[in-house]
């Protein structure tokens, strides 16, 4: 009887393992979670007329995959025998991932392939084989990367001058083209209004313009540590006398007697009221700096629009130097037209002066790299407008 029975299970085990080569459906008793080894389980066969089920132990497992292949397999695998289809290439791929060539017979007999599906249009008609090209996922990998940032960069590298290639010039000569519009000039002085006043000896006192701009200029700075140091003070009321006519150098004698309070809070909360600006005011501001940057900051320069460096003239004010200089608080002038020299080429436009104004000289010197030129007066040294750092002129 053990004998019989001993055979008999044999046989179901060979049958059975037949089965499972076929392809056909693996019980649901024998299948394992995925990534957990379960433990041994026993099948229970039908009973049949000769006595009770007889049991089994279930087959070795076979070699379990990491837990993110099987679940992706084995759900392809799922909607190929349930006739969802799969491509045959991805089809194919799964096959040669579990080790067997892609269509061999050794896959064909362990799943059933589920049928090929062909790309079709909308219109129903099979659309045409597209050209191979990166992958959608290469194309935004790329595009994360910069590549296509870099492209445009290297057009524009493309179209930027290269001055570097073309023949040199002849000894000393630094272009044979130069046109601008000349420096931009500090804006006039705008007089203080009516109600803000200027005291000597306790007294209001009305100033010339140019005596009163002077003053504006000493009480910007009375929150500054300069305006506490005698040197900028004397410096200072030096200069200023100079510009005061007459009358007032008979009053204004002392500077201790001055006041510049009023002045000192005008611009105080001009300055507050600037930043507390709305942001559309402030955005046509920018749009007025943006337009005098773009009349103004560029020139041309054998042929090419290049950038210029620092285009205006420095507005005046008092001199503040470093450390205890000698020379703080000197009265640095405007600069005016009549003390600009410019310089071009010959056959460029020569830039045109403010109204009622003049050049003080204008040059054709293509061995300089400078624009124009001033001298300024606190130590006689040049000042000149010269190109941005990156042009072909340094």
Not at 36 to 50: I, L, Y
Not at 96 to 105: F, L, V
Not at 208 to 231: N, R, W
Request: with cysteine; glycine share 8%.
């Amino acid at each position: 009887m053990g004998v019989s029975r001993d055979s008999g299970m044999k046989k179901s085990s060979r049958k059975r393992k037949k089965e499972l080569e076929k392809g056909q459906e693996v019980p649901k008793e024998l299948r394992t979670k995925i990534g957990k080894k379960e433990p041994e389980r026993s099948v229970q066969f039908p009973v049949g007329k000769g006595g009770k089920g007889k049991k089994k132990k279930k087959p070795p497992e076979v070699e379990e995959k990491p837990l993110q292949e099987n679940v992706i397999s084995s759900s392809l695998k799922q909607e190929a025998a349930g006739g969802k289809g799969l491509g045959s290439s991805l089809w194919n791929g799964i096959q040669a991932e579990e080790g067997a060539a892609p269509g061999s017979e050794e896959t064909k007999g362990t799943l059933p392939q589920g049928p090929s599906v062909e790309l079709q249009d909308s219109s129903g008609s099979q659309a045409k084989p597209r050209e191979a090209g990166p992958a959608v996922g290469q194309q935004l990998l790329e595009s994360q990367n910069g590549i296509g940032a870099r492209k445009e960069d290297e057009k524009e590298v493309e179209n930027k001058w290269k001055w570097w290639e073309e023949e040199k010039k002849e000894d000393g000569v630094k272009w044979t083209q130069l046109e601008h519009r000349g420096p931009y000039f500090a804006p006039l002085y705008e007089p203080l209004p009516e109600d803000v006043r200027f005291y000597y000896a306790g007294k209001p006192l009305k100033l010339s313009l140019a005596t009163e701009e002077i003053a504006t200029f000493y009480a910007k700075m009375l929150d500054h540590e300069y305006t506490t140091k005698e040197i900028f003070q004397n410096n200072f009321f030096h200069d200023w006398r100079k510009e005061m006519t007459s009358e007032e150098q008979e009053i204004i004698q002392e500077l201790a007697k001055c006041d510049f309070s009023e002045i000192h809070k005008y611009f105080v909360d001009k300055s507050e009221a600037r930043k507390a600006l709305p942001k559309e005011e402030k955005q046509k501001l920018k749009e007025e700096a943006d337009k005098i940057q773009e009349e103004y900051g560029y020139c041309i320069l054998d042929g090419h629009r290049e950038k210029i460096g620092n285009f205006k003239t420095e507005p005046p004010g008092l001199f503040r130097g470093r450390g205890d200089h000698p020379k703080m608080g000197m009265l640095k002038k405007r600069i005016m037209p009549e003390d600009v020299i410019i310089n071009c080429s010959r056959d460029s436009k020569i830039p045109e002066p403010p109204e009622g104004h003049k050049w003080k000289e204008v040059r054709f010197d293509n061995t300089v790299t400078w624009l124009a030129s001033w001298t300024e007066n606190i130590q006689n040294t040049l000042k000149y407008i010269m190109l941005n750092p990156s042009s072909k002129l340094k």
